[in-house]
């Protein structure tokens, strides 16, 4: 994606080929900060303190940072020990703990001295497929758009998303934001209601600085505005994202998410979920098996934003306790369909 004029993925090897370069994710919008993480600790407190966001960019960071691990310490029980730190950083989200699998796989069977170069060469080949993947998923997404279009031809498509679902969260690309891209690119008009996503606002944040970066009109709501514009008519589709899909369809995705469907369900909007393989977890038969990650309660309770001086400041609005659970689970029953790299498919 582009940046003004300068093209950037979300992720990228350093110099020497062994460390990655990230955005920090946490001065958005505000600032455009790349950092260099070189260990697998940096990667775990990048993943943890959600320096990096979104399932697949997740799993690509996580492959990345197992890597760096078998780099000081080939041997198996720091794979093991590794394998189990990064995972536990982000537990909710599936695409890390199939990174992480697949890293530890493709070096399992090979000498310590084999180990290194393989386990960088997996990784890449899981960021490269994740381009390739949601670049699919947009070209298949788009074509719901394009038909939506096609019969309310003298306006835009009024879609709505929520969290965050772009090349932000992916490695280039996106998921949701992918499918609305690629329908924008393709001369489809279209306008995004953007809801804020608290706690960690990632909507208002980092979906609406993209889609300013991208030149997709757009206007950030309310989370609790989005069943009045439902309700309104004001809305043709709502897309999302998802952090875990178990087998029976269900959907494992930024709070909020539900409720969303439920509107959508009441007011007959169509309501699809856009998703790679990576994010299937199949050896779960519903969404009450996933567990629900339960995070810092100051999420909820503090708000970062530039003071007068232009400086990020921390401000805190509630002096009372604070629950963050951090994910919700739509039912399967509430998804019309899931836009995938295989096509839109009715049911998982």
């Known amino acids: 994606m582009k940046i003004g ?3 950037h993925r979300s992720i990228t090897l350093t110099e020497n080929g062994r460390g990655i370069r990230i ?3 946490r001065a958005l919008p505000w600032e455009l900060k790349f950092v260099e993480l070189h260990s697998a600790n940096d990667t775990a407190t990048a993943i943890h303190e959600m320096w990096v966001r979104g399932a697949p960019l997740i799993g690509a960071v996580g492959a990345y940072g197992l890597a760096m691990a078998i780099v000081d310490d080939p ?3 720091n794979l093991a020990h590794t394998h189990q730190q990064l995972f536990e950083t982000r537990p909710t989200a599936i695409n890390l703990k199939w990174a992480l699998d697949a890293v530890r796989d493709a070096v399992h069977d090979l000498s310590p001295a084999q180990r290194a170069d393989a386990a960088y060469a997996r990784a890449a080949e899981i960021a ?3 381009i390739s993947l949601c670049k699919k998923i947009g070209e298949y997404g788009a074509e719901i758009i394009r038909q939506l279009h096609a019969q309310n031809p003298q306006r835009p498509v009024q879609i709505m998303t929520h969290c965050n ?3 932000l969260a992916t490695v280039d690309i996106g998921t949701a934001l992918g499918v609305i891209y690629t329908a924008h690119d393709a001369g489809i008009p279209v306008h995004v209601w953007v809801s804020e996503t608290r706690p960690r606002n990632q909507g208002s944040a980092l979906t ?5 970066q991208h030149g997709v009109p757009h206007t950030v709501i309310a989370d609790n505005a989005a069943g009045l514009l439902m309700q309104r008519g004001d809305v043709d589709i709502c897309i999302v994202g998802a952090d875990r899909v178990t087998r029976n369809g269900d959907v494992c995705n930024k709070v909020g998410t539900y409720l969303k469907a439920l509107a959508a369900k009441a007011h007959h909007t169509p309501f699809y979920v856009a998703l790679p393989y990576t994010t ?9 098996e996933i567990p629900i990650e339960e995070r810092s309660a100051e999420e909820l309770t503090h708000f970062t934003g530039p003071a007068n001086d232009g400086c990020l400041t921390r401000v805190r609005m509630t002096h009372s306790v604070a629950l963050n659970p951090a994910f919700d689970i739509t039912p399967a029953e509430l998804v019309t369909g899931y836009i995938t790299e295989r096509g839109i498919l009715p049911k998982i």
């Open 23 to 25: 955005i920090d994710q």
């Open 280 to 288: 299937v977890d199949a050896s779960l038969a519903t969404g009450t």
């Open 165 to 167: 679902t772009g090349w």
């Open 5 to 7: 004029d300068t093209y």
């Open 75 to 77: 041997s198996d029980e």
């Open 128 to 130: 490269e497929e994740d």
């Open 208 to 212: 609406a600085w993209e889609l300013s």
